[in-house]
């Protein structure tokens, strides 16, 4: 079975300013996804970005990008020029290639952005 | 344009009370999730249909069942809700592989 870990429930960060999200993960799969979905208050919950396990480039969305460390079963979210609409609950999740669709999620980290 | 549409999106009921929840999609996605999630917290998957295949969680309580009667829409049918029930259930689609599209979800009051 697959966990996520989220050690962060809260952050906060000024407009404009850059600020990291952290994931750790564990599994014996080899082949996998790993995802980052932003879940705003009383909206729903959207991909942010997508990581193959297979690929060693990070993955890079506009002002969101990932640290992808295999070895370390670490997927941190770096979030650049910080906006009021980054403010939301963001996930990270992880799909096995072998098991569907399947999702497993942490527990969530709460950004606020502050102006 | 919204593409898994819920509703409704604020349901209250009494304890006890049988609720139906609704979700459909006009991406037909062959793939279709019902999530619960408490507050502040990750969701939790309740079951999910693959095509017409029902899966059901292995913790899911019984007091929970689902309809899906053709591709595009998905019931959640609560038969007894309890207190613990309340929570924001979550609709989601995708094809066999790949993202998850979610709605925005049915919050669910139980008095």
């Known amino acids: 079975a697959q966990t996520v870990t989220q050690s962060q429930p809260e952050m906060s960060v000024q407009e404009a300013e850059t600020v990291t999200l952290s994931c750790t993960y564990d599994?014996?799969?080899?082949?996998?996804?790993l995802f980052w979905y932003k879940q705003p208050p009383s909206r729903q919950m959207i991909l942010v970005i997508r990581?193959?396990?297979?690929?060693?480039q990070n993955a890079t969305e506009n002002r969101f990008s990932v640290n992808f460390q295999k070895a370390a079963k670490s997927f941190s979210l770096k979030i650049s020029d910080s906006q009021l609409g980054d403010t939301a609950m963001y996930f990270c999740?992880?799909?096995?290639?072998?098991?569907?669709?399947?999702?497993?999620f942490g527990g969530g980290t709460r950004l606020m952005v502050k102006p | 344009d919204a593409m898994v549409i819920q509703n409704p999106r604020y349901q209250v009921t009494q304890f006890g009370k049988p609720v139906t929840l609704s979700c459909s999609q006009t991406l037909n996605h062959n793939v279709m999730y019902w999530y619960q999630q408490k507050s502040s917290q990750a969701p939790k998957l309740l079951f999910h249909?693959?095509?017409?295949?029902?899966?059901n969680e292995a913790d899911t309580p019984d007091n929970f069942q689902s309809r899906r009667p053709n591709t595009s829409f998905c019931f959640l049918d609560i038969r007894s809700p309890g207190l613990g029930d309340a929570a924001m259930y979550l609709c989601?689609?995708?094809?066999?592989?790949?993202?998850?599209?979610f709605g925005e979800g049915s919050r669910l009051t139980v008095l």
């Open positions: 989601a689609t995708s094809w066999a592989t790949g993202e998850l599209f």
């Open positions: 599994t014996s799969e080899n082949n996998y996804y």
């Open positions: 999740a992880f799909q096995a290639n072998n098991a569907g669709n399947m999702l497993t």
């Open positions: 249909y693959y095509d017409k295949d029902f899966n």
């Open positions: 990581q193959e396990a297979y690929k060693q």
